[in-house]
T-cell receptor, first 112, second 113 residues
């Protein structure tokens, strides 16, 4: 099993749709989790941090399920501008960024 | 504008040549990182620095060196470039070495022929 695994997609959804991505991780001792967004040929940008059971920021909700070892990202009312690749990042050792494990990303295309 | 500046944005380089990718941040972040991103492999850490004057090896350090003479600058040097170093290189920083919240530069696209 890969340390961090994401469905690569692509997810094609119409504007206004609700879409959810999952990310599974193998190390049950992992302490912190993050979602980054990366536009085509651009740098990754932090979208959300998930330290406890979940986090919500406007249309975006991240949830953590420690028992099943996955985090999810829910996007409500999708916009064209949400089209991007979403990277799941896991820190198996809290407080040690050099150990961050990056998923390969899930591609989202929001269509008019 | 606060953030991270990388240079060059793109470079084609002959194998065997020496190359330095520059990275400067003005956010006074203590920690800085160099990643490479390759299709199908994701982001991989090359080197990092938790504070000025210290550096450490990441997952794929071979063929690369870094220095951290001050807080703002973190150059990455390829002593003798090889085609397998063709990649997109991202410099990043964080307030400390443990937050997990990284800020990235726009990337340097390097092609080694």
């Amino acid at each position: 099993r890969k340390e961090v695994e994401q469905d690569p997609g692509p997810f094609n959804v119409p504007e206004g749709a609700t879409v959810a991505f999952n990310c599974t991780y193998s190390n049950s001792a992992s302490q912190s989790f993050f979602w980054y967004r990366q536009d085509c040929r651009k740098e990754p940008k932090l979208l959300m941090s998930v330290y406890s059971s979940g986090n919500e920021d406007g249309r975006f909700t991240a949830q953590l399920n420690r028992a099943s070892q996955y985090i999810s990202l829910l996007i409500r009312d999708s916009k064209l501008s949400d089209s991007a690749t979403y990277l799941c990042v896991v820190n198996p050792q809290g407080g040690n960024n050099r150990k961050l494990i990056w998923g390969l990303g899930t591609s989202l295309a929001v269509n008019p | 504008i606060a953030g991270i500046t990388q240079a060059p944005t793109s470079q084609i380089l002959a194998a065997g040549r020496r190359m330095t990718l520059r990275c400067t941040q003005d956010m006074r972040h203590n920690a800085m990182y160099w990643y490479r991103q390759d299709l199908g492999l994701g982001l991989r850490l090359i080197h990092y620095s938790n504070t000025a004057g210290t550096t450490g090896k990441g997952e794929v350090p071979d063929g690369y060196s870094v220095s951290r003479a001050n807080t703002d600058d973190f150059p990455l040097t390829l002593a003798s470039a090889v085609p397998s170093q063709t990649s997109v290189y991202f410099c990043a920083s964080s307030i400390s070495g443990g937050t997990g919240e990284l800020f990235f530069g726009e990337g340097s696209r390097l092609t080694v022929l």
